[in-house]
């Protein structure tokens, strides 16, 4: 099965400013998805943004945008314009065959 | 709302006792799955079926017992746990097809408490 990796336990941000979450992933498999996911405080996971692995171009979604680097197996998330509201877990995934493996998460807190 | 109510939301138990975890799913998904999240821990994948088949046990102590009796419904029994079985846990669903393949929706959890 497919490991994730996330190496920033708790990371800070100004409102309004962009940060970048880091991931990493290690797996055998040639067609599988990467996800992020966000977690607010005791609220639902919820998914941000992902992307196929066979597609080379990056995902965007809003202010949220990839930098997937196949070879690297790196994939790692960009919010712009930081909001209070992103405030959660950031949980990063790989999904292949009906098996989703996750990181340790990512606390991210905006500061106004 | 994702669509996935999970219930009890809250539960303690005794080390004896014996209850149940329940999810339901009415999004038209195959797969449904256990994750146990714990404090400063990656979210566990337990268990997944597909199609109502079991295809994934990911080494769950046989304490946990999950039951599948159609594609909307993702039972998770508990008898006889430890302290240390104390988590979050969390129910999910997916499509195996389509443009939201693979992508899970989550319930909002059962926390549960073993004393």
């Known amino acids: 099965a497919q490991t994730v990796t996330q190496s920033q336990p708790e990371m800070s941000v100004q409102e309004a400013e962009t940060v970048t979450l880091s991931c990493t992933y290690d797996?055998?498999?040639?067609?599988?998805?990467l996800f992020w996911y966000k977690q607010p405080p005791s609220r639902q996971m919820i998914l941000v943004i992902r992307?196929?692995?066979?597609?080379?171009q990056n995902a965007t979604e809003n202010r949220f945008s990839v930098n997937f680097q196949k070879a690297a197996k790196s994939f790692s998330l960009k919010i712009s314009d930081s909001q209070l509201g992103d405030t959660a877990m950031y949980f990063c995934a790989a999904y292949n065959n009906n098996d989703m493996r996750f990181g340790a998460g990512t606390r991210l807190t905006v500061k106004p | 709302e994702t669509g996935v109510t999970q219930t009890p939301r809250h539960l303690v138990m005794g080390m004896t006792n014996k209850k149940s975890l329940k999810c339901e799913q009415h999004?038209?998904?195959?797969?449904m799955y256990w994750y146990k999240q714990s404090a400063k821990k990656p979210l566990e994948l337990m268990f997944v079926?597909?199609?109502?088949?079991?295809?994934e046990n990911n080494s769950v102590p046989s304490r946990f017992s999950p039951e599948c009796p159609n594609s909307s419904h993702l039972f998770l029994h508990l008898h006889t746990l430890q302290p240390e079985d104390s988590a979050l846990y969390l129910c999910?669903?997916?499509?195996?097809?389509?443009?939201?393949?693979?992508?899970?929706?989550f319930g909002e959890g059962s926390r549960l408490t073993v004393l």
């Open positions: 797996t055998s498999e040639n067609n599988y998805y």
């Open positions: 992307q196929e692995a066979y597609k080379q």
């Open positions: 079926y597909n199609f109502k088949e079991q295809t």
């Open positions: 999910a669903s997916s499509p195996e097809t389509g443009q939201k393949a693979g992508e899970l929706f």
């Open positions: 999004l038209g998904h195959n797969a």
